[in-house]
């Protein structure tokens, strides 16, 4: 994994999204995982993602304590460490295309954030910088990215909108921030198709999230066939999570990192979105427990009648 301390001094101790979530997350994480240190961005892998006038106001901004909107903040070390949460979801990209499983456990979190803004958190798209800078290289020519969380990915859907190298599958929550995701987000031009959501209601369980991924999500990527497989791993779905309202369990993490390695002959990279509930180390424990072998069998022989309407319904509009 990728992590460090660094990642602590974006922080504020009132905020949810504060240093000591950190340290939650990795409470649980097996004896034996090698820790690598973060590796820094450059300003000009930010621009492959974001519009410079977005870059510039945070770095500005990032010489005091502000609010850039009413959940969102940055303090005198944020860009910094921004800097480094969107090289660390690099390094863990480049480990996973060379073939070893890799999960960023870094902060701020990313996928909200679009080119021209930052909310929900989030300063910069991490995992969207990555995707970006691999297409920059000419390293990889399809890339997958699967969001987990409980909100949905808003922006790095927006990112790659119109981009048929990126396949991106949302599962979250139906109706809460950023009030997006919807099933008929399917992507514009030559990304039409290339974006799949998921909008589960409130109360979901494992077998809602494994019937999604197993008839809807990994049928997509085997027919994308991507080089790499980027998974925005948010454990919000959590039942003690309380800014939402889904039903998973710690273990269940790893039944969804199992399904997203059974699809695909190569190791995926992780990089951490959300996650705010006790049990979040937990989860986090048991996605390194199925990286190293661990096995978890997918259930959803019990997923509710609204899922599989769902289903259905994605299976009517999907285009690729």
């Known amino acids: 994994m990728i992590s460090g301390e660094v990642f602590a001094r974006h922080d504020l101790q009132s905020h949810a999204e504060c240093g000591e979530r950190l ?27 974001h519009v410079p006038q977005h870059v510039r106001l945070l770095q500005e901004l990032s010489r005091g304590m502000h609010y850039i909107d009413p959940n969102t903040y940055v303090n005198s070390e944020s860009f910094e460490v921004a800097l480094y949460a969107a090289g660390s979801a690099m390094a863990a990209a480049e480990r996973a295309r060379d073939g ?10 990313g996928h909200h954030a679009e080119p021209d803004r930052a909310m929900g958190f989030c300063l910069f798209n991490n995992i969207a910088v990555a995707a970006a800078v691999l297409f920059e290289r000419d390293e990889v020519d399809r890339i997958a990215i699967v969001d987990w969380d409980l909100h949905h990915g808003n922006g790095t859907q927006k990112i790659f909108y119109h981009d048929d190298r990126v396949l991106f599958c949302s599962i979250h929550e139906a109706g809460i921030f950023p009030r997006s995701g919807w099933v008929d987000e399917i992507g514009e031009g030559k990304g039409r198709g290339y974006s799949l959501n998921a909008p589960l209601r409130p109360g979901g369980t494992i077998h809602d999230y494994s019937l999604v ?19 925005s791993a948010g454990q919000d779905p959590l039942a003690d999570d309380l800014r939402g309202n889904m039903k998973l369990n710690p273990e269940d993490f790893g039944v969804l990192t199992r399904l997203m390695m059974a699809v695909t002959d190569q190791p995926v990279a992780l990089v951490l979105e959300g996650g705010y509930g006790p049990s979040h180390g937990l989860a986090v424990g048991h996605i390194f427990r199925a990286l190293g072998g661990t096995l978890y069998e997918p259930v959803h022989d019990r997923a509710r009648p609204s899922t599989h309407h769902l289903v259905r319904t994605l299976k009517k509009i999907q285009v690729i």
């Open 23 to 49: 340290t939650i997350a990795t409470a649980a994480i097996p004896r034996g995982v090698r820790v690598l240190p973060p590796v820094q961005a450059r300003i000009s892998d930010l621009m492959l993602v």
């Open 100 to 109: 070893e499983h890799c999960f960023a456990l870094v902060r701020p979190p």
């Open 213 to 231: 991924f197993e008839d809807v999500f990994l049928p997509a990527l085997e027919r994308f066939s991507p080089d790499l497989v980027l998974i």
